[in-house]
T-cell receptor, first 111, second 112 residues
Framework: DQQVKQNSPSLSVQEGRISILNCDYT??????FLWYKKYPAEGPTFLIS?????DKNEDGRFTVFLNKSAKHLSLHIVPSQPGDSAVYFC??????????FGAGTRLTVKP | KAGVTQTPRYLIKTRGQQVTLSCSPI?????VSWYQQTPGQGLQFLFE???????NKGNFPGRFSGRQFSNSRSEMNVSTLELGDSALYLC???????????FGPGTRLTVL
């Protein structure tokens, strides 16, 4: 069962603009959410996370928003840079259980 | 601090064979998880080991097995390989009790 869903397989934005990547989840037990970035031929790299007690977490150009009532989280990248082009995975977990990942969104930032 | 390492990086096998993949976690991390990544499927959880014991298991057939050694290094074994087992196999480690996992570069398995 797909408990974490990323419905957009790809996203293309212009350099300098905002990138918004979305993620939905179905399991209300999830209490910790993460975003990973993956370049080809490399493993996923941890980007940013958020606990369910917060609704926003910011780290430089990256901000993650969590809407618990809608079971939705999003990753905002501002401003987007060509080096941000990669596949982004959202993930969710709770209480030492296994981490569930979305299918990923391929972001392309055009110069 | 060295990251998660996986060996080999690339592997080609034929149907019916078996394969063993290895993962060395970040020093101090005692939890190791394995994932299978195929195009369009994201990362599918295989299993997680902590203190040499399997703690969590995903929905994969019994052909997929793993183990963890006392030094926290882990191996994953796939027996009777099928064409559909062709994938990138990723290993991740973490401190038990924390949520952030750190991934290795993966092993690309191709089954012919």
């Amino acid at each position: 069962d797909q408990q974490v869903k990323q419905n957009s397989p790809s996203l293309s934005v212009q350099e300098g603009r905002i990138s918004i990547l979305n993620c939905d989840y179905t399991n209300s037990m999830f209490d910790y959410f993460l975003w990973y970035k993956k370049y080809p031929a490399e493993g996923p790299t941890f980007l940013i996370s958020i606990s369910s007690i917060k609704d926003k977490n910011e780290d430089g150009r990256f901000t993650v928003f969590l809407n618990k009532s809608a079971k939705h989280l999003s990753l905002h990248i501002v401003p987007s840079q060509p080096g941000d082009s990669a596949v982004y995975f959202c993930a969710a977990t709770y209480n030492n259980n296994d981490m569930r990942f979305g299918a990923g969104t391929r972001l392309t930032v055009k110069p | 601090k060295a990251g998660v390492t996986q060996t080999p990086r690339y592997l080609i096998k034929t149907r019916g064979q078996q394969v063993t993949l290895s993962c060395s976690p970040i020093s101090g991390h005692r939890s190791v998880s394995w994932y299978q990544q195929t195009p369009g499927q994201g990362l599918q959880f295989l299993f997680e080991y902590f203190s040499e014991t399997q703690r969590n298991k995903g929905n994969f057939p019994g052909r997929f097995s793993g183990r963890q050694f006392s030094n926290s290094r882990s191996e994953m074994n796939v027996s009777t390989l099928e064409l559909g087992d062709s994938a990138l196999y990723l290993c991740a480690s973490r401190f038990w009790g924390t949520d952030t996992q750190y991934f290795g570069p993966g092993t690309r398995l191709t089954v012919l």
